[in-house]
T-cell receptor, first 114, second 115 residues
């Protein structure tokens, strides 16, 4: 089955710096890769996703890149702000035939210091 | 995007008892999922619930322990049976329309503490 590894487990940056979180997946059939942000006591919220026919996607300060050959994808946050502090999860899914189960990475706890 | 609610939001239960968690979606969805998130950990899929068929359980989870119902396209329940303190966790449901690569949204979770 699919296995998703996520690094680093914790990340501490100064406000305004960039943050990068990396994930690798094992199942070459995976074709959908979302990123979720989870604040303390809250539900996971989708912040960006990418499908396997795209190499990069950007939404304001957030971008995701995908390297299908190497089976890894990364989340990039630029100009970090204290409100970016949260736990971030990557996930992978085959998404075929309507079977969209997500396999999650272990999570990265991001702390942005003012 | 789908709006998902769960009941109860939290509960404290005695070992050996069972708790049923309800998940309601504001629109018809093909697939609903149940996850467990232990304190400080990631999300682990328990099972996939499709309307009109038996739930599909992931390795390490069995129907006798986590029976699931999916009576229609907007509702599902997860029961945590014969609870022990190890079942203390947050249980989340999610849904998707089932289209390829469709976004999956999560409910607010049910925080369960077993004494």
């Amino acid at each position: 089955g699919e296995n998703v590894e996520q690094h680093p487990s914790t990340l501490s940056v100064q406000e305004g710096d960039s943050a990068v979180i990396k994930c690798t997946y094992s199942d070459s059939a995976s074709n959908y890769f979302p990123w979720y942000k989870q604040e303390l006591g809250k539900r996971p919220q989708l912040i960006i996703d990418i499908r396997s026919n795209v190499g990069e996607k950007k939404d304001q300060r957030i971008a995701v890149t995908l390297n299908k050959t190497a089976k890894h994808f990364s989340l990039h946050i630029t100009e970090t702000q204290p409100e970016d502090s949260a736990v971030y999860f990557c996930a992978a899914s085959r998404g075929t035939g309507g079977y969209n189960k997500l396999i999650f990475g272990a999570g990265t706890r991001l702390a942005v210091h003012p | 995007s789908a709006v998902i609610s769960q009941k109860p939001s939290r509960d404290i239960c005695q070992r050996g008892t069972s708790l049923t968690i309800q998940c309601q979606v504001d629109s018809q969805v093909t697939m609903m999922f149940w996850y467990r998130q232990q304190p400080g950990q990631s999300l682990t899929l328990i099972a996939t619930a499709n309307q009109g068929s038996e739930a599909t359980y992931e390795s390490g989870f069995v129907i006798d322990k986590f029976p699931i119902s999916r009576p229609n396209l907007t509702f599902s329940t997860l029961t945590v049976s014969n609870m022990s303190p190890e079942d203390s966790s947050i249980y989340l449901c999610s849904s998707t329309s089932g289209e390829v690569g469709d976004t999956q949204y999560f409910g607010p979770g049910t925080r369960l503490t077993v004494l």
